[in-house]
């Protein structure tokens, strides 16, 4: 299936996501939770986990129903969620990112299927291998082979094709969030490599942010990094304009950062992922252990490049790479 074939796909499924979507239960009918720990926002990793569903045989309210929890960035409330999500008796549970390490502990018994994962699931306890899971649980993860270290190479790589001037990049991001830490780690270890300096301005909300900005720009850092972690994801209205008033090219993870205003994105496809998170949904339904599904790595990536920001910025993108990115923002 071709890329604008999928999204069109996914756009169409976003556009009939029930409202406010919160538990939609069919009696009889085995149930799917899903816990997220962040928003409703992100009904088009909703609409993938249907589709990948849809495309395995299994169609909402005939073959299965949905119960969903949000935590609306509140990583306090993901164990009573999961447990107020336990008492509904479900057949399997969709958890992304923190939320799956929260299912994982408070409902081992239960079948879980992860995705939107940064860490290493066999380094948090999800799984015994890659191969052959082995318990409960399954799923796939943001990184491929080499893991986040590798991809932030890449992505920071691709970052300096445009800022070739790159000698200090500022993060700015939690310290509690895997994510965050995760790209923290990585960044620290690619920044020899690669030749510029790393210096990490630590938020822990968001009244913390004006502080972070001031710093690294007194600090003349070359660009900002802008971590993928779901505080600054729920809230990136919030975040957006001190990005634009810092003047300084900026990087992040996912497109919808790119789409909002920073220099680029680079991630892989995590609708992608939804929808293989569907899949795996699917044959748990049908009867396949968690643990004799392998865990899925991907093969998607996206690459997203904001030429109205760079123009702002004076940055001239060379035609040779606006050719390579997957979308172009004008």
């Known amino acids: 299936m071709g890329r604008r074939e999928f999204i069109g796909l996914i756009g169409t499924a976003a556009l009939s996501f029930p409202r406010p979507g919160y538990a939609q239960t069919g009696a009889g009918l085995p149930l799917v939770a899903v816990l997220l720990q962040d928003t409703p926002g992100r009904g088009k990793g909703i609409a ?53 390490g929260v299912v994982h502990r408070v409902l081992p018994d239960l079948p879980l299927v992860f995705t939107a994962i940064a860490a290493d699931p066999i380094a948090i306890g999800l799984a015994q291998s890659y191969a052959r899971p082995g318990g409960m649980a399954t799923g796939n993860v943001m990184n491929a082979i080499g893991g986040e270290e590798a991809l932030t190479e890449k992505r920071i790589g691709l970052f300096k094709e445009l800022v070739p001037g790159l000698t200090r990049l500022g993060m700015v991001g939690t310290t509690k969030d895997l994510v965050s830490v995760a790209e923290q780690n990585a960044l620290r270890k690619v920044a020899g490599n690669l030749g510029f300096e790393f210096v990490h301005y630590p938020i822990e909300k968001l009244d913390d942010l004006e502080g972070a900005f001031a710093s690294g720009l007194r ?19 919030r975040v957006m304009p001190f990005v634009a008033a810092s003047g300084k090219p900026t990087v992040g993870v996912y497109p919808e950062w790119a789409r909002a205003g920073l220099l680029m994105s680079y991630s892989s496809d995590l609708l992608d992922g ?28 996206t690459w997203v490049i904001n030429l109205k920001t760079a123009k702002k910025l004076g940055i001239a993108v060379p035609p040779t790479l606006l050719s390579l990115a997957d979308e172009v923002i004008e």
């Open 48 to 100: 993938a986990l249907r589709l990948g569903l849809q495309q395995a045989g299994f169609i909402e309210g005939t073959n299965y129903s949905f119960a969903m929890r949000f935590a609306y960035g509140d990583f306090k409330r993901l164990p009573s969620l999961a447990k107020e999500l336990g008492t509904l008796k479900p057949r399997v549970i969709v958890a992304s990112s923190n939320a799956a």
């Open 219 to 237: 600090e003349e850092v070359s660009a900002f990094y802008i971590s993928g972690g779901s505080l600054l994801f729920n809230l990136m209205s």
């Open 274 to 301: 939804w929808r293989h998170a569907g899949t795996y949904v699917a044959k748990i339904l049908g009867g396949t252990k968690p643990g004799d599904l392998p865990i899925e790595q991907p093969s998607k990536f």
